[in-house]
T-cell receptor, first 115, second 111 residues
Framework: DVKVTQSSRYLVKRTGEKVFLECVQD?????MFWYRQDPGLGLRLIYF???????EKGDIPEGYSVSREKKERFSLILESASTNQTSMYLC??????????????FGPGTRLTVT | AQSVTQLDSQVPVFEEAPVELRCNYSSSVSVYLFWYVQYPNQGLQLLLKYLSGSTLVKGINGFEAEFNKSQTSFHLRKPSVHISDTAEYFCAVIGGFKTIFGAGTRLFVKA
């Protein structure tokens, strides 16, 4: 069974803290994605990566960075957490070829609250 | 640029009734369309997808969707819903190397 796992289901952090969200997939997928999900806004892409050490900005990258040192692991970093980053964060992966109908596989999500 | 509009934010329906969740898209290139489902406290999982061929696509759990190019729609249907279908449903289109998601439709199935 394919699996995308995320390091935490629930996380509470203070404003200004540095926050790491980890995602691991066991499907040998090339592409990995980080989204945030907010009510009424659907999923918005933060960053994605199509290869180790490669990354591209999504639609809302401000305040975030990412790291992909190994193929199976994609980390999302909040350099200095703010209350407007309180959200559900979803990680996903997919195989190549990109943009040609390949579905994404999602992790269970991390609900982050910044106080 | 590709975009997706889900026309209903919430759809309440009684158990065993039929349901249709509406989705319209815009795309200037080849169209690849998806429906994903998110059960409470879970990530998204694929319900069905249209890549090419037959415009009627069947998915898991008795759902189906029809691709209508002239109306740029990809509505999701189920003839008889169950309580366990209560979830949020997302329509999505592939835009370049990214998947563009709609805002979601929350389906409530009442006994």
């Amino acid at each position: 069974d394919v699996k995308v796992t995320q390091s935490s289901r629930y996380l509470v952090k203070r404003t200004g803290e540095k926050v790491f969200l980890e995602c691991v997939q066991d499907m040998d997928h090339e592409n990995m994605f980080w989204y945030r999900q907010d009510p009424g806004l659907g999923l918005r892409l933060i960053y994605f990566s199509y290869d180790v050490k490669m990354k591209e900005k999504g639609d809302i990258p401000e305040g975030y960075s990412v790291s992909r040192e190994k193929k199976e692991r994609f980390s999302l970093i909040l350099e200095s957490a703010s209350t407007n980053q309180t959200s559900m964060y979803l990680c996903a992966s997919s195989s190549i070829p990109r943009g040609q109908g390949n579905e994404q596989y999602f992790g269970p999500g991390t609900r982050l609250t910044v106080t | 640029a590709q975009s997706v509009t889900q026309l209903d934010s919430q759809v309440p329906v009684f158990e065993e009734a039929p349901v249709e969740l509406r989705c319209n898209y815009s795309s200037s290139v080849s169209v690849y369309l998806f429906w994903y489902v998110q059960y409470p406290n879970q990530g998204l999982q694929l319900l069905l997808k249209y890549l090419s061929g037959s415009t009627l696509v069947k998915g898991i759990n008795g759902f189906e969707a029809e691709f209508n190019k002239s109306q740029t729609s990809f509505h999701l249907r189920k003839p008889s819903v169950h309580i366990s279908d209560t979830a949020e449903y997302f329509c999505a289109v592939i835009g370049g190397f990214k998947t563009i998601f709609g805002a979601g439709t929350r389906l409530f199935v009442k006994a």
